[in-house]
């Protein structure tokens, strides 16, 4: 039915930003609305209050600037009942406003050795980012070491909570597909339209936030450089999450678009299959993608899917939705990163302008060779997991406020 090994090529035309309905970020201007994201870290949210941010340090865009005092009141001082995730970057606690805006702030781990214009500057980048499945910025705060970023509340959680989580509302077809579409178009946007171009380098499921109409919100982008912490995933050494990570990043140390994409490849695994990345628990030491591997050769080859659809759905699919789910799946993740598709044509083919006729067609001439060697340029989930799999991390320190929990 389709090929993971051969080149995606969209029929005709290059993906253009008006086919994915993304637009340019409109002006900054002193109304601009609040729309914010989620992650976080901090270091000791129980002490004496810190001085305001140095006076006159305005960043010259709308998104308001708060002193510690503010935020200290808006989270009841950084009260623990009020913690909704924790990770890499630091805490990120529940706020309200005095306007009623419910917010969520970030408290960036200390000693990044970041200075007020560098975080100036990589804020003000974020907060230019305008698109319906981005989560946007409210504002900042600088207060001596301490660095908070202040994002819009997503009241739905994660995807990795609704995928993983039990008492979740379970996820149907239609929905994954509408999650994935829309996650794309938000990737899409940060790769494609945005001046400067945005990298997000930590795509997985806990950095897909979800409304309370299942739209997805993609969270933590722009934010790799704002921690040097060595001692964390995001840090210069290390970045992206394991489990997610595209071959490449073993041998070259960077992380590009097409290292996005291979990252985005493994949530639609996620989406798909219901499982895990890394199944962080469990004695198996394979990776989702060791595991997708077969199966989806079997896919290409006879054209089922079935073993690899979660089988919580009952088998209660459309199947044309799923297949271009699963064909994108493989293409994302293939090996060689310059073989892998643009974001833009990923929601392309999830939209349907691309039809499964025309990408099979495309996909035809590899189909000879198509898991007939793992060491093929062309196979397109060659094996990446010694990495994934080496550096598989431990068990969670908490079920609660897991890294997982809320887009850190």
């Known amino acids: 039915m389709f090929n993971i090994g051969a080149q995606l090529q969209v029929p005709n035309q290059q993906p253009q930003p008006s086919d994915i309905h993304l637009k340019m970020p409109p002006p900054i201007s002193s109304s601009a609305s609040y729309e914010p994201h989620k992650s976080?870290?901090?270091?000791?949210?129980?002490?004496?209050?810190?001085?305001?941010?140095?006076?006159?340090?305005?960043?010259?865009?709308?998104?308001?600037?708060?002193?510690?005092?503010?935020?200290?009141?808006?989270?009841r001082g950084f009260d623990r009942s009020l913690?909704?995730?924790?990770?890499?970057?630091?805490?990120?606690?529940?706020?309200?406003?005095?306007?009623?805006?419910?917010?969520?702030?970030?408290?960036?781990?200390?000693?990044?050795?970041?200075?007020?214009?560098?975080?100036?500057?990589?804020?003000?980048?974020?907060?230019?980012?305008?698109h319906r499945h981005l989560v946007s910025l409210v504002g900042y705060c600088i207060a001596g070491e301490k660095r908070m970023l202040v994002y819009e509340f997503i009241p739905n959680r994660t995807l990795e909570y609704h995928l993983q989580r039990k008492g979740r509302v379970f996820l149907d077809c239609s929905t994954r597909l509408k999650i994935a579409l829309g996650s794309a178009k938000g990737f899409a946007y940060l790769h494609e339209d945005c001046i400067p171009r945005i990298i997000h380098r930590d795509i997985k499921a806990a950095n897909i936030l979800i409304d309370n109409q299942f739209e997805a919100k993609v969270a933590d982008f722009g934010l790799a450089k704002l921690s040097a912490d060595e001692n964390t995933h995001v840090s210069t050494r290390i970045m992206g999450t394991f489990g997610y990570l595209a071959?490449?990043?073993?041998?070259?140390?960077?992380?590009?678009?097409?290292?996005?994409?291979?990252?985005?490849?493994?949530?639609?695994?996620?989406?798909?299959?219901?499982?895990?990345?890394?199944?962080?628990?469990?004695?198996?030491?394979?990776?989702?993608?060791?595991?997708?591997?077969?199966v989806l050769i079997q896919a290409s080859e006879g054209g089922s899917f079935d073993e690899m659809v979660d089988p919580r759905l009952g088998g209660n699919y459309n199947r044309n939705e799923m297949h271009?789910?699963?064909?994108?799946?493989?293409?994302?993740?293939?090996?060689?990163?310059?073989?892998?598709?643009?974001?833009?044509?990923?929601?392309?083919?999830?939209?349907?302008?691309?039809?499964?006729?025309?990408?099979?067609?495309?996909?035809?001439?590899s189909n000879a060779t198509l898991g007939s060697s793992e060491t093929s340029p062309d196979y397109a989930l060659h094996s990446n997991n010694g990495d994934n799999r080496r550096n598989k991390p431990g068990s969670m320190s908490s079920q609660e406020f897991s890294s997982g929990e809320y887009g850190l």
Request: glycine content about 10%.
């Open 40 to 75: 976080g870290d901090s270091s000791g949210p129980y002490q004496s209050l810190l001085p305001p941010p140095h006076p006159g340090f305005a960043m010259g865009f709308s998104h308001n600037t708060f002193t510690y005092d503010e935020l200290a009141t808006a989270t």
């Open 83 to 130: 913690l909704i995730g924790q990770g890499g970057f630091g805490y990120v606690y529940k706020g309200v406003l005095p306007n009623g805006k419910e917010v969520a702030v970030k408290s960036l781990k200390a000693g990044s050795g970041q200075g007020e214009r560098e975080f100036q500057a990589e804020v003000e980048i974020i907060s230019r980012v305008h």
């Open 247 to 294: 071959p490449e990043y073993a041998s070259t140390g960077k992380l590009t678009e097409k290292s996005d994409v291979f990252s985005y490849g493994v949530v639609l695994l996620e989406l798909i299959t219901g499982r895990r990345a890394v199944e962080i628990d469990s004695d198996d030491d394979d990776s989702l993608i060791d595991w997708a591997t077969p």
């Open 324 to 365: 271009r789910m699963v064909a994108c799946a493989a293409i994302c993740l293939r090996h060689a990163a310059k073989r892998r598709p643009k974001m833009s044509q990923v929601v392309r083919i999830l939209e349907g302008d691309v039809s499964l006729e025309d990408l099979n067609k495309a996909n035809m001439k």
